[in-house]
């Protein structure tokens, strides 16, 4: 991996040799590079994948767009925040897991009064999913369910009697994305993490609570009908975001825009 964005001493090529910072970063140092900002208030970042064709998954995933790197990158997100935000959909597709607690990450989280691994944040309007996986039942932290007050009473009910703490945050059948955010942070969990998939990030984006960013762009295209990392319907303006940081390797790229 190589620093591309912004420039430093080691970003610079002083000529001859391997390019400049081209080798494998540690996770911790990895954590370094993508450390949420300082302050009180919540953050909320994205981590997406996407073809140089737009496609934000192959066959219905994503894995075939994915490489070493941006799963060590995936990982490192994952190590630093409080809670990973993901809908349901994804949940389904991607057979989902706990988020598991990592030696390497252990004294970060600790000195940040972390828990061992972060919460995973499941959001569903029709709560259809299979409360026995190991997701619900598995995590080393519990998996909390996130949905609006007009969600089916049997699907709570189910939830509740299997034990997953059901979490209110919208008055209609789905989420409100800013009630979401809120309702986490009086929770402590103020670093926040989206996985998606399209249809959360496009809600995210449409209510402007995204805060970051973190974009992997793959050197493949793929053609076809896939969806974009983002979904629903369009703006009225288009938001505008600030390129943060670019890192390379094998001709990915690993971006991180941050809201204007």
Known sequence: MRRLFPVTDETADRGGGPP???????PVEIAGAYAYPEGPGPWLRANMVSSLDGAAQHEGRSEALSCKADMRIFGALRGIADAV??????????????????QVFAPL???????????????????????GRPLFTEAPVPTLLL???????DRIAAAEAAGVEVVVA?????????????????????????????????????????????????????AGDAQRIGGGPSMDVPKRFTLASVIEEAGFLFTRYRRT
């Open 20 to 26: 400049p910072g081209d080798r494998e970063w540690d």
């Open 85 to 102: 935000v993901v809908g349901a959909e994804t949940v389904r597709k991607e057979d989902y897991r706990p988020a598991r607690a990592r």
């Open 109 to 131: 989280r600790a000195a940040r009064g972390q828990g061992p691994a972060p919460v995973i944040a499941v959001v569903s309007a029709s709560l259809d999913l299979d409360f």
């Open 147 to 153: 949905t609006g007050a007009g969600a089916p009473a």
């Open 170 to 222: 919208g008055q209609a059948v789905g989420v409100d994305p800013r009630r979401m955010v809120t309702e986490l942070a009086e929770r402590g969990l103020t670093r926040l993490l989206t996985e998606g998939g399209p249809r959360l990030l496009g809600q995210l984006v449409a209510a402007d609570v995204l805060d970051e960013l973190c974009l992997t762009l793959a050197p493949v295209l793929t």
